[in-house]
């Protein structure tokens, strides 16, 4: 478990969802990893970022998918590819990642409370 923080920690990590509009390989990729552009809707618009979630998901399973993703991060250079996003997911028993998403339909750009 990691250091305990306070809810003004928690606070400050802006967690919303977006929807998966174009999903490509990442090639380049020093691990395979595909690249994702997502909406957040009006108020944030598209980001762009890269996942490593090969074993579980395609480009063409993505589109259309609803995902949670940190939006306040600094973008980050990968490659040829400036991550905006960090998008967000859990460890299946292998360590391969299964990403996370709402259970129903909901406003992109909605905020994890």
């Known amino acids: 478990m990691a250091d305990e923080i306070s809810f003004d920690d928690f606070l400050k990590v802006d967690i919303r ?20 552009w997502i909406d957040f809707g009006a108020e944030i618009g598209e980001k762009k970022s890269s996942a490593q979630i090969t074993v579980h998901y395609s480009p063409e399973t993505l589109t259309g998918r609803l995902v949670m993703a940190v939006v306040n991060f600094p973008p980050r250079q990968i490659g040829p590819v400036r991550s905006e996003v960090l ?18 339909d909901v406003p992109l750009g909605a905020r994890m409370h």
């Open 87 to 104: 998008v967000l997911g859990v460890s299946d028993e292998n360590g391969n990642i299964v990403l996370l998403a709402p259970d129903k």
């Open 17 to 36: 969802v977006g929807r998966i509009t174009r999903a490509e390989p990442f090639p380049e990729a020093r691990k395979p990893a595909i690249k994702l």
